[in-house]
């Protein structure tokens, strides 16, 4: 199966209880693109940079199997720019930089090689450019896959619902989905939100694990107790480009199929926060991955007699 | 198997978003005995209450197989009385009332007819209260569980240090773990809790679930998504009479059935926030309740290719 992932190709400043970090890697299509490529040999990016980001970075992305052809990189612009500084708890987050950029007039292009392609992941980006990119879609993917932000709702909230109506599934946080639907209990908000267009919907709750919703059903899956949390960058975004890779490899999007997709998320999102950046990303073995899922089976299995 | 608990056995007066209590019957002894009785038929309460406590409730706690020979009436005293608000959020509470009255001087006394008891259930007592309790036994029992709180921690640690090396197993919430510790990671502060003295650790951590850390091996359970959590007051102890009541009435103290303690204990907190006090927990039927923990079973469970 054939896998798109529309996100930001940026650059991000990160400072962390733990450390600090110059000018590093980031975006959510190059966190999503690392962590779903472990499960898919071939993948697609549409996404846009300026001169100034590293062919070094682009030729790892290559050489995870991930095509570049939708990736435009602007003469005379400059990337998308980042940076944000972590409260002690690691929960909390303030964003003391945000340029946008080239993402400012980004006008997502879908290369012929793309169309036809099964699944779609629209990582957080503008909900306009998410809704163009569907449009341009000469077929429709299986399944489309959608993650936003409290910025969107904020601004774009007309739009956002748009866009919403147009998707399968919806990936956001605890914090995103209480915002979107008024509700403050999770259960309340994802019937909320599913009215809103999403059969299916995932709750990302950082440390306290991740919901699946879809019709009567409910899976819980928890977050790795880990001794620490070197840095949460990215880790949704991972989380959603290891769910939506194992769905795209497996090719079932049966409900079964979904949950063991929210735990290969949660077991790549647990390696992500292990290091700045994509660092850790960026050599996983197999049997490092196989490994982590199992200890999220050891951690929740239990038999009642 | 028999059970003897140690516990406050008291008036609340609570306030929550969703309304407000008179003087209604609590105390961590009440809701560990109401809990655990649906898995013991015999079980036995170690406590003190004042004159002005109703026969009623305690013919209730009768009617559920609860020995009551270790509850001593104070005539001419007053029972332990405490009053709190819950804030929007449900998560944190602030006390407004707590009058000590007959736990002031409590000297706990342990009938003959529960010396030999297998299992021993330490509500969250003064830790000088829990070990006398402990070295009131004349046969140590196979399992002994301990609650706390940060009070503990603030104006007895080197009591509470004392009582810990005696256990078997603390129950704490997140925050009291972390307190306790001094670290904030919780894995972290397993650790060191357990160089303390408990070879078993459970870390409650309200709507977001308990771990429970033995050895090498750690395991997760989930709290049940709920549309609404009415009253929180008592669910850690209800948790807490839900898992030793599993483990007495099985009589098994392996990880394994640990783990199904812990689910247990789970459903059975989860009855106890749909309504105020111990109104919800008065009257279940075992339906209910496997029907409650087979929700468990259903949120959590998956199988890998």
């Known amino acids: 199966m054939s896998l798109v992932t529309v996100g930001s190709v940026a650059f991000d400043a990160i400072e962390t209880p733990f450390g600090k970090t110059d000018k590093i890697i980031g975006g959510a299509g190059t966190y999503i693109a690392f962590s779903s490529s472990y499960f898919m040999k071939k993948q697609n990016i549409v996404s846009v940079v300026g001169e100034d980001f590293p062919q070094e970075m682009l030729d790892k992305l290559t050489d995870k199997g991930v095509n570049l052809e939708g990736l435009q990189i602007k003469e005379g612009e400059k990337t998308f720019f980042w940076s944000g500084k972590y409260r002690n708890d690691m929960n909390s987050r303030d964003t003391l930089v945000t340029e946008l950029n080239v993402l400012e007039h980004f006008d997502p292009i879908i290369p012929d090689s793309y169309q036809g392609c099964e699944y779609l992941m629209l990582g957080n980006l503008s909900p306009d450019v998410q809704l163009k990119v569907i449009e341009r879609m000469e077929k429709r993917p299986k399944l489309i896959a959608m993650d936003t932000m409290n910025f969107w709702m904020d601004i774009a909230m007309d739009d956002l619902k748009k866009t919403l109506k147009k998707v399968d599934i919806l990936i956001i946080n605890d914090e995103e989905a209480r915002q979107l639907s008024g509700e403050y ?120 007699d």
Chains 1, 2 share one sequence.
């Open 185 to 304: 209990s999770l259960v309340k908000a994802a019937k909320v939100i599913r009215d809103m267009g999403p059969k299916y919907l995932v709750i990302k709750k950082g440390e306290h694990g991740a919901l699946l919703f879809h019709g009567e059903n409910t899976f819980f899956a928890p977050a790795l107790p880990l001794e620490d949390v070197f840095d949460p960058t990215g880790a949704g975004d991972v989380f959603a480009g290891g769910f939506v890779g194992y769905l795209a490899s497996s090719d079932d999007i049966s409900f079964e199929n979904m949950k063991r997709g929210v735990i290969a998320g949660s077991a790549m999102a647990s390696f992500c926060v292990e290091k700045f950046g994509t660092e850790r990303l960026e050599n996983l073995t197999k049997s490092e991955i196989e490994g982590r899922i199992q200890k999220f089976v050891d951690l929740t299995n239990f038999k009642m």
